[in-house]
């Protein structure tokens, strides 16, 4: 990451709620093709998620801690404060002084800038600002929100507009938080409706529906330099598995998420005409 900090813009795309199982399936069955070109080995890593929610999750990877690699031992991070007796710090890690990874990239040189999702990043309250909060700037609309029908559309609108207007020179660090995936989903599957409420199968097809889209904003952050994208899920969630619903538990559908970070190589084509 020392290599990669000031040289590339970097994209954290949280893929809100997103279960290990059902991601894993749809990359193997070839149901999410732009996503899975980018995965190594066209798989997702199978990880533990620090949280079983979004604020307690996303609190922990804006501090560097991202989802641990679900077999033992000590995992070197890309990201950690610099503080003693840290066992996760290697020397390939980015260690910034500031108290989270946001402001330790933006003393780095970058632009923060957060498009929000779930409600956590709605800004409608002391709560929904506190993640938004760490960027320089940060975007919500209820067209970025769960109930949008077309929300990863707007936002990488958004995240399209973003880069254009961030200045050439500036390396550039975008945040998205991928709203689709959450409750209520069964929109997304042709057919479902309200009644039939959301379930594994809607979940899955809101999957789908986020990997049509998806290459808008691999584009549009490969555009000005080499990108490092990491993409994950902050938690899963349950329907109905062992008699449990939704997340905030500790069931194995909360805890195991899918991860994968991988670069978007700036075209050379592109590179030589600036």
Not at 261 to 270: A, G, I, M
Request: with cysteine; net charge negative; proline share 7%.
């Amino acid at each position: 990451m020392n290599r990669i900090v000031g040289s590339h813009d970097i994209l954290l795309l949280t893929l809100d709620t997103l279960r290990f199982d059902v991601a894993a399936e749809l990359a193997e069955a070839g149901r999410i093709p732009n996503l899975a070109r980018h995965l190594p080995g066209g798989r997702w890593e199978k990880r533990h998620a620090p949280g079983s929610f979004t604020y307690a999750s996303h609190q922990a990877m804006f501090a560097g801690f991202l989802p641990t690699p679900a077999v033992p031992g000590r995992h070197p991070r890309l990201f950690a404060a610099s503080f003693a007796g840290s066992e996760t710090t290697a020397d390939g890690t980015f260690v910034y002084d500031t108290p989270d990874l946001v402001s330790g990239l933006a003393k780095a040189g970058y632009r923060t800038a957060c498009v929000g999702g779930v409600g956590f990043f709605n800004k409608q309250g002391a709560l929904g600002s506190v993640l938004p909060g760490l960027f320089e700037e940060s975007h919500w609309e209820p067209e970025f929100g769960v109930t949008s029908p077309t929300s990863f559309e707007s936002q990488v609108t958004r995240a399209e507009e973003i880069a254009g207007r961030t200045a050439p020179e500036q390396p550039l660090f975008l945040f998205v938080n991928v709203s689709a995936l959450h409750q209520p989903n069964w929109f997304h599957l042709p057919g479902a409706s309200k009644e039939d409420g959301d379930s594994r199968a809607t979940h899955a097809a809101a999957l789908e529906y986020v990997d049509r889209h998806i290459g808008r904003l691999f584009t549009v952050m490969s555009s000005r330099r080499p990108c490092l994208a990491i993409v994950c899920s902050d938690h899963g969630t349950a329907y109905g598995d062992d008699g449990w619903t939704g997340h905030r538990i500790g069931h194995e559908s909360v805890w195991t998420v899918p991860y994968a970070h991988f670069p978007l190589d700036f075209p050379l084509d592109q590179g030589a005409t600036r």
